[in-house]
């Protein structure tokens, strides 16, 4: 199994390298929240639940007001904790019925970087960044390698990168990682 190091707490991180499902949340939380908390949200979800994994069946046929609930106990799971739920709830109902509740079968037989990314940009509450950002991590980190999958990535797929949580493998690269997003924020102000 892959070794993980995104959110810096071994449980969580294990769920990530093992939960294809809960890979897909910590990816979508991971807006306006630091990443390691974002990542973080999928374990903090499973025990609230009482669950080992995220069972996107069992998410999507949730009530939406206590699933709400779950995510905004304190601490919340996000700083959106109400809108967030359902997002996740939302990505759970797509994975049930287009993927058979089986999140790892979108990319184990993609067969070129740009059909995964096609996958990925469907899932509710992607878009093309956060697509790509994932499609990065697939590879770099998970082995997921279709043929183009660098080019299908963009700039985040660049071998020696150090822009996204694709390029996150121990605490130093974490801070080049922050570093470079810094840098390119203050770049986008002017």
Known sequence: MVELHLVGEPAADELLARDPFALLVGMLLDQQVPMERAFAGPATIAARLGTRSLDPGAIAAYDPEEFASVLAEKPAV??????????????????????????????????TGEKLLARLRALPGYGEQKARILLALLGKQFGVQPEGWREAAGP????????????????DSLLEVREFKRQAKRAAKG
Not at 94 to 109: H, K, L, P, Q, S
Request: proline content about 2%; charged content about 25%; glycine content about 14%.
């Open 156 to 171: 985040y797929g660049e071998q020696g990168a150090k822009r996204s949580v694709a390029d996150v493998v121990d605490a």
């Open 78 to 111: 996000h700083r959106f904790p109400g809108s967030m739920a359902g997002k996740v709830q939302k990505l759970a109902a797509y994975v049930t019925e287009n993927w058979g509740g089986d999140a790892g079968a979108i990319w184990r037989d993609a067969e």
